[in-house]
């Protein structure tokens, strides 16, 4: 498994700000994800982070409002833009040690805007 | 989409067994069968996998049928801290690209 850690832990947040969000591994992994889960609901994958490229985005996200970096094999961030009120929800990153491997999460950021 | 069903939700007593039940019938040869868990609010936590034999590890045990088209996952003494929603995702292992794809799950409650 691996020890994954995010920061911040929470965060209350005025519309039209931009919050990052950052995940550290505590060793090197193949591959980082973020996701999202808004109240009440499952998990949605946002994107994939890549080491040395730009992320790879699902349907319906986009980078101008979510971009991802990911400089290193143990560190990535998400930065949430322009937050409105339906930004507010839990995003998560989750890794893993190669590729297709099983799947571990950070214990994720709880967001709310106001 | 998801590619598996679940009932929504489940009451175990405490220190009976939780049998929680999926069906997968359009799994293919390749896909194994991940169960996670998620507590309140907090990150959803790998509890086992398998691909066609049974499985158990320290969290529990993991039962796939014959024809691979449902699974059991078992919780042997269900405790109050079992109490969370619980995911049966099915996904080719080791390959690329290969996404997590979380359905509803089942929101197992644990009663003292």
């Known amino acids: 498994s691996a020890v994954i850690s995010q920061k911040p832990s929470r965060d209350i947040c005025q519309r039209g700000t931009s919050l990052t969000i950052q995940c550290q591994v505590d060793?090197?992994?193949?591959?980082m994800f973020w996701y999202r889960q808004q109240p009440g609901q499952s998990l949605t994958l946002i994107a994939t982070?890549?080491?040395?490229?730009?992320?790879?985005?699902e349907s319906g996200f986009v980078i101008d409002k979510f971009p991802i970096s990911r400089p290193n094999l143990t560190f990535s961030t998400l930065t949430v833009s322009n937050m409105s009120p339906e930004d507010s929800s839990i995003y998560l990153c989750?890794?893993?040690?190669?590729?297709?491997?099983?799947?571990?999460f950070g214990p994720g950021t709880r967001l709310l805007v106001l | 989409d998801a590619k598996t069903t679940q009932p929504p939700s489940m009451d175990c007593a405490e220190g009976r067994a939780a049998n929680l039940p999926c069906n997968h019938s359009?799994?293919?040869?390749?896909?194994?069968v991940y169960w996670y868990r998620q507590i309140h609010s907090q990150g959803p936590q790998y509890i086992i996998h398998?691909?066609?034999n049974n499985e158990t590890n320290e969290m529990a045990s993991l039962i796939i049928t014959e024809d691979r088209k449902s699974s059991t996952l078992i919780l042997p003494h269900a405790t109050l801290r079992d109490t969370a929603v619980y995911y049966c995702?099915?996904?080719?292992?080791?390959?690329?690209?290969?996404?997590?794809?979380f359905g509803a799950g089942t929101i197992l409650r644990v009663k003292s």
């Open positions: 989750s890794v893993e040690k190669g590729t297709g491997e099983t799947q571990y």
């Open positions: 060793s090197q992994v193949t591959m």
């Open positions: 982070a890549n080491q040395g490229s730009e992320a790879t985005y």
């Open positions: 359009t799994i293919s040869g390749n896909e194994y």
């Open positions: 398998g691909l066609k």
């Open positions: 995702i099915v996904r080719a292992y080791m390959e690329y690209g290969n996404k997590l794809v």
